[in-house]
């Protein structure tokens, strides 16, 4: 039997995402047998970076600063905005490198399965955008599963305003985590180009 | 296609199991509860991930055990290795070593049809019973379409999740309404497509295996009529009452008939049994117009219920699974194997969890 410190950083550990519970005794093992500096520095690493990083409160990209670098490079094209689903998708949009607009984090899609409800978004926020900046087009790149297309479907009722172009690209892949055998893992349906709504 | 060799580590009365089994016929023979059935079932469990006795993967774990393990390898165009392996704590798919990403690439790699008691359930049992059996039909020959049926099943679920709330949000409600019917008209258009070509080879099949002329009539009896978004807005006051999406090809059906009768309502019981039969024949049929080679064939004691004529009527299916290298899983208790089927079969004796091949 492993004593109960490593059995609760397994348990923690499991808890992150992407590690299974294999992975997590894994590292764990490894972990209490590190040096105990490399291991306090890792767990200052953690501790710092949790303290600085906060929300941009305008875009709600992961920042050190608000608003972010992004919401304030004025050589950016303002008049665009980009509308993703968790802040970490623009991280990867950003290293595509073609995309030269601002950013709009959703934090999540509309999930009537999983209680999420358009309040529980930051649409209320974007729509203060719209009034206050000089945004002329948007573009939804929410994943392509049904919550994702019914959530950009609503996106685009709700905002639709005069002078507004609203247009959408497939993005992401639905996760797929946990392998249960009855369901589709991943629906991949290429990059389609820009669709107007 | 065949299956080349079968391993099962605790699954149900078999604690291991290790088997080849070459193309051709196999008869697997032995006294009540001693496992010819759970082999059947593990076979089916390869090619579709389910079981046909329609319970779930913690039920299939030998009883005190963990998890269960099958494996097998599949000899078509290619030899394709697969293995499973369930728990309550993990997963396992791999095809060829690797792990399986998309269901879509991975069912298809061993093709079956079933031929057991519940199918009676096709003529006599509701609708869903009947739905199943075109979706897995489509699944297994139309490479979209179990994602897409997946997709619109979401969308069914999210919709009647919307629907229980006290007032929904109608521009909500209409976003989630556009994904079903964008999906829904999607699903109707395979299914649409299919009957006309599963239609006349049931008929074939029911003529040759049955005693009575009676004409079969099999019609896709479709939940929306015309148009599925005018309708869905005309049930939409009803959808209120009801909390629930009513209408859309998650409640379609299939119309069975002789001479223009509903089957169920107006069949002789041998007359479904045979009709159920049928339809199996049909699908194995179609399956292999489609593929170019049998799928494998599991017949799980029906054969002991017909007389003469009716298995004489399915022989020519049995025999072309032969003629194209196919292979056909027949379980049978001693007394009423169906000694016509000739010398060339392999035969098993099953006992107690395990599987011997036999002299023939
Ligand atoms: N999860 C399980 N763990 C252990 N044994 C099981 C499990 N599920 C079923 N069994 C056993 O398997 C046996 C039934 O196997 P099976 O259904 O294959 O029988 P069969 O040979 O087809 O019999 P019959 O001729 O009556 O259809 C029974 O003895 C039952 O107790
Ligand atoms: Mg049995
Ligand atoms: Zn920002």
Partial sequence: MLPDSITSLIAALAKLPGVGPRSAERIALHLVQTEAETVKHLANAIVHAREKIQFCTTCGALTEKSPCSICEDSRRDGSLVCIVERAVDILSIEKSGTFRGKFHVLGGKISPLDGVEPEDLRIAELEKRLTGEPIKEIIIALSTDVEGDATSHYLAKRLTRAGLKISRIAYGLPAGSGLEFADELTLSRALEGRREM | ???????????????????????????LLGDNAQGKTNILEAIYLMATLRSFRGVGSAQMIRHGQKGYFVGGKVVGQGEREIKMFWSARERNLTLDGRAVKKLGDFLGTLRTVVFCTEDLQLVKGTGRTR???????????????????QRYMQAVRSRNALLKQFAPDPRLLESFSEQLVKLGNELIRHRRELIPK?????????????????????????????DFSVELAQVRDRERRFRATLIGPHRDDLQLSFNDKS????????????????????QAEYLTGIHGSAPVLLIDDVMGELDAKRRAGLLPLLERARETSGQVFMTCTEENWPRELGRELQRWEVKAGALHGAKS
């Avoid at chain 2, 296609?1 to 008869?27: C, K, Q, T, V």
């Avoid at chain 2, 089957?263 to 049909?282: D, H, V």
């Fill in chain 2, 131 to 149: 739905r199943r059996f075109l979706d897995l039909l489509l699944t297994q020959t139309q490479p979209g379409y179990l994602p897409l049926l």
């Fill in chain 2, 1 to 27: 296609m065949h299956l080349a060799h079968l391993r099962l580590r605790d699954f149900r009365n078999y604690a291991r199991l290790n088997a080849d089994f070459a193309p051709g016929f196999h008869l």
């Fill in chain 2, 198 to 226: 599963l239609s006349p080879l049931a008929r074939l099949a029911y003529r040759r295996i049955s005693n009575d002329a009676e004409e079969l009539r099999i019609n896709y009896e479709p939940s929306v009529k015309t």
């Fill in chain 2, 263 to 282: 089957a169920a309502q107006f069949g002789s019981e041998g007359q479904k049994r045979t009709l159920a039969i049928a339809l199996k024949m049909a």
